[in-house]
Every structure is written in C-alpha cells, then in structure tokens.
C-alpha cells in the first residue's frame, strides 16, 4: 500500500520544493486535485526535484477538456516523469460543468464511459497499435495525421483512473479503468457493501478481475498524542465531512450507517451559513467511520488495519495543511508514510 499527500494549487517553486521534502520524508507519491489551478505544470515541477515520486491527478475535470487533450498531456507527462504519472479524471457537477466551464453535461456516467474510452483510443493511436478511430455517443476522433502524433517513449502504458461515488460510475470504472478515486467522505462500510459491488460488476462485464483496478483512497487521518494537539485536525476534518455530507447525492452514506436525516440537518446549517453547526453536527460516533483518529504511533497501524488488502494506495487529505501549520510534524508523516509502505 502506497502513501501519499494530497496538494492543491501551489507555485512551482512551492511544489518543487514540498515534493523533495515528501521524497525526503518516504512518502509515495502527491495527488494534486484540480481546483481554481490546473494540476499539470504544478507536477511537472514537482516531478522534475523528486525523481523517485510518483504524482497523480486527483481529480482533473474530464467533460470541459476534448479526450485529445488529456491523452496528450497524460502522455506527456509520463514519458516525462518516466512512468511516474496516472491521470485520474472526474466528471465535477453540473452547475461547475455549465456555468464555470461552459461546457455541455448530459449524463455523467454514459458521458464518463465514453470520454475513457476515446481517452484510450487515442493512447493505442500514440502507441501505434492502430489507427485513431473512436465513435461514441459524445465523442468521435477519427484524425491524427503522422505530424500530429506525439512522439513515441518509453512509458507507454499510461494509466487512467476516475472518480466514483455512485454505482453507474464505479460500473464504468470497473469495466475501463486502472483505478478508482474514492470518495474522500467514506465508510468502510461504503466501499464493501456498493463500491466494490459495483466496481466488481463493471469488471466482470468487460472480462476483468476486480484485483486489476485499483482503489485510490484519500483519508481524514488525524494524528496526535494529544486532543490539544489534534484539535484544529479534528475540527477541519468535521468541517469537510459536515460539507461533502450536506450533498443530497451523498446522503446514504450516513442513512447506510443509521445516522437517517443528517444531511438534510446540514443543508439547513449551510443554507444558514451556520459553519460551526456543521461542524458540530459530525459527532464523534460519525467520525469512527469518516475519519481516521489516532496517536502518531498507532497511525500507521490504524491505516493497515482498515485499508491493507482494499487500498493500492491512501491519500492523506489533511496532512499538507497541518505540515505548512507545524512544520515539524513532516518527520512525524514521514515515520507514518515508512510504516504503512513496508
């Protein structure tokens, strides 16, 4: 099991410099999600000082960008990072797709299938194993002259993972993809009773086997000897739960575990603007589900505990925040991110 960061919008200089700590450190690898910056020339700088990382997408937002376009720059960078680089790719909601990007939204899921698929079609094309043909229900790609084909290398097999929360998504994942993005708000009950279900049923649909798809899985990990010491985690990560729990689309994942009716108390606090009611709506008992609360030597073991033999890869979602807040916690990271990886 890998262990990595999750990073968000940086300088290059700043990423550069946080990658060849992590690497210092003996973390895995950094995702970068893709949020008011592109991720691209963050990871490029990031790749080019930590030659032993590996970076990913987590998410690049698929629908707004031609399938051309991310098989080009995906292609780009793992020849560049020698095969260090995975895209992982989203699908965002409605509202960010029409009225951020002025992009078209159909059906996400159908629309997802067939981006992955003209995505890999136009890695085959690059690779020349055959010639760019692809005719789907939103995509066609049927042109790529010799000048326009991209240089072939030595990191060929570029790898595609998207994110999934629902069962037409995780379908779709299991049928096309490297890998899964989990959600960060998450149960383990989640990801055996409807994740794996439904990633298994889209692999056995394409001929696959469920252990060819990785599982990428951000945590809400909270780790200090002390409740002084993991109190701002503590809070920021029921902030973010009470956040990501007050989407409608989101709210069997407290009814699943008997906490019926939570969501809706949220979208009222957020509706109100009241932001410490959301937080103090995630109750402790939410928390041993969500969140992941432990002294920093019994971290590593918590992490094994709950993700060894499900996840390929954990993602730590608070830790950048608390290592530009405390920087001498990154040692502390680092013990944990040896730990899990041994």
Known sequence: MQFDLMSGASTWVKAAEQARALEAAGFSGMLFT??????????????????????????AVALPRSPMISAQIAWELAQNTQGRFRLGLGSQVQAHIERRYGAVWDKPAPQMRDYVAAFKACIRAFRGEEKLQHEGPYYNLSLLPAQWSPPRHDHEDVKVDISAVGPHMCRVAGELCDGVHVHPMHSMTYIRNRLLPAVQAGAHKAGRNLAEIDLIVPVFAVPGDTAEERAAMLQRAKTQIAFYG??????????????????????????????????????????????????????????KTRYEGVAARVVMYLAAEDIARNPGNLPRWGEVARAVTA
Do not use: C
Not at 36 to 59: D, R
Not at 283 to 303: G, I, P, S, Y
């Open 34 to 59: 893709e949020a008011g910056q592109t991720p691209w020339m963050t990871i490029a700088s990031a790749a080019m000082a930590a030659p032993k990382l590996e970076f990913s997408t987590g998410i």
């Open 246 to 303: 007050s989407t409608p689309n989101y709210a069997f994942q407290f009814d699943d575990l008997g906490f019926v009716g939570t969501t809706p108390k949220l979208r009222e606090l957020m509706r109100a603007g009241d932001f410490g009611g959301l937080a103090d709506t995630i109750t402790d008992e939410m928390l041993e589900h969500f969140a992941l609360v432990a002294r920093w030597d019994d971290m590593a073991d918590a992490l």
